[in-house]
């Protein structure tokens, strides 16, 4: 057993308090009560539960600085991404994947929804392990210590009634049911050696979900296959929803109604789906997600990077819609600025402030988060749940003065006051001056 002594706490609900005492057996906390230290671990500063960063693309980590340089759009950032895609290998994804996720472990992040749709090797022909990619990124989790969600994305069209082309060949299975059968292939092997099983939701640090990519790269009959794969393994199903106005206008020209409703038709939307980005939506479309109970993934740092718009993310929440929290592309790893910016972005676009109390950002970045990744034990400080701990310094220059409240963790802090991470009761906390160095000499492989 471990036992520590927070300083200050957020647990999950209520209030910041003082002087938590939580005891850990086995990855689980046994004990979590107000009291002095006693014997226990003192942990200054200001703890929280584990962040979950619930849409990831690890490789575009590499285009970071690179694609921020000249105008451009969605469509011309996607041209750069893809030349990245073209160039991956399992070796040097895993090596890319590895070092990304470590940079999500230093910032507080314990589990990352990883949206995977590079299956395939060039041209599209399959690996010896058709599942070699997956594997890759299942280890690199492993290897920098965060749970991983992954969701094998289905990927089949360049657009509505377009045959993929270029490197989209590496994405596609072809059609729904022979992306099904590759994922009937023999699960990987989790840190502690046991069989993760897909669709599990044990203490493993593996977690098999499903992906629509979009309605421009899935017919609306292959959607189908998709979300009964879903529901037969009660897994996780995430997709990209209306990031685009030029994705909406498509799709009401091909099928005479907007993505929400295509993926409503489909039986895809629900308690286990995810809706990534949700920006363009009609006030029908907001119904339908929160009568569903469909989550939705704001990725703000993304969105502004690539200029998409700002999503309805109050009305979302009063429909019926939790939200969760991504970094998408990797333009920022920080779900401190993630959750502020739902917020702020609010602001500007009402002129009005206070939309989203910090405690209700910080229950999407956490076990909101977590819930929809399928790993429904993370995410909060109490007995019996999975011990993640996140500390941030609350006397750095950004968090001094601030409190040590909800405010410093929304409104104040970065990802650089996050000073020790704990996943499942282990230690994670990668050295951050070695993980400069890795991240640059893999990126400068793949990018000179
Ligand atoms: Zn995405």
């Known amino acids: 057993m471990s036992s520590y002594w927070l300083e200050r706490a957020w647990t999950g609900e209520g209030p910041v308090r003082d002087g938590v005492l939580v005891d850990v057996v086995d990855g689980v906390f046994t004990r979590v009560v107000?009291?002095?230290?006693?014997d226990a671990e003192r942990v200054a500063g200001l703890t929280i539960p584990g962040l979950a960063n619930c849409h990831s693309h690890a490789f575009h980590r590499a285009l970071r600085g690179?694609?921020?340089?000249?105008r451009g759009t969605f469509w011309t950032w996607r041209e750069q991404?893809?030349?990245v895609a073209s160039t991956l290998t399992p070796d040097t994804y895993f090596e890319l994947a590895r070092a990304t996720y470590r940079e999500m472990a230093a910032v507080g992040i314990t589990s990352v929804g990883e949206f995977h749709y590079l299956h395939h090797g060039p041209g599209g022909t399959p690996y010896d392990d058709p599942n070699a990619m997956s594997h890759a990124l299942v280890e690199a989790a492993r290897e920098a210590g965060i749970r991983i969600a992954l969701l094998d994305t289905c990927y089949l069209t360049a657009g509505i009634g377009r045959p993929p082309e270029g490197?989209?060949?590496?994405?596609?299975?072809?059609?729904?049911?022979?992306?099904?059968a590759r994922l009937l292939r023999p699960p990987v092997t989790d840190a502690a050696g046991s069989a993760a099983g897909r669709g599990s939701s044990d203490g493993s640090t593996v977690r098999w979900g499903a992906a629509i990519h979009s309605v421009r790269a899935v017919p609306?009959?292959?959607m189908p296959t998709v979300a009964a794969w879903a529901d037969q393994h009660r897994a996780p199903l995430h997709v990209h929803l209306s990031e685009q106005v030029a994705e909406n206008e498509a799709c009401l020209t091909a099928y005479g109604a907007t993505p929400t409703e295509v993926l409503a038709q489909a039986g895809a939307l629900g308690r286990r789906t995810t809706a990534v980005h949700a920006t363009h939506l009609t006030a029908f479309d907001v119904a339908l997600l929160g009568g569903s109970r469909t989550r939705a993934c704001f990725c703000p740092t993304t969105e502004r990077d690539l200029g998409d718009g700002i999503g309805p993310s109050r009305r979302l929440l009063e429909a019926g819609a939790p939200l969760t929290l991504g970094s998408d592309s990797h333009a920022v790893i920080d779900l401190f600025e993630e959750m502020?910016?739902?917020e702020l972005d609010e602001r500007l676009a009402t002129r009005e402030r206070g939309h989203w109390s910090a405690e209700e950002l910080l229950g999407a970045a956490t076990y909101d988060g977590h819930e929809s990744l399928g790993f429904d034990g993370a995410g909060r400080?109490?007995?019996g749940a999975r011990a993640d701990l996140v500390t941030l310094d609350t006397a750095t220059v950004r968090t001094a003065g601030t409190?040590?409240?909800t405010g410093t963790a929304v409104f104040a802090a970065s990802g650089a006051d996050v000073v020790r991470v704990l996943r499942d009761g282990t230690d994670i906390t990668p050295d951050a001056g070695d993980l400069g160095v890795e991240l640059d000499r893999v990126i400068r492989r793949l990018l000179p």
């Open 81 to 83: 991404m893809y030349a």
């Open 220 to 222: 609306r009959d292959q």
């Open 167 to 180: 490197v989209q060949l590496r994405f596609s299975d072809g059609d729904a049911d022979s992306w099904a």
């Open 381 to 383: 400080i109490a007995v």
């Open 34 to 38: 107000d009291g002095p230290p006693g």
């Open 66 to 70: 690179r694609t921020q340089r000249e």
């Open 340 to 342: 502020r910016a739902v």
């Open 403 to 405: 409190g040590a409240d």
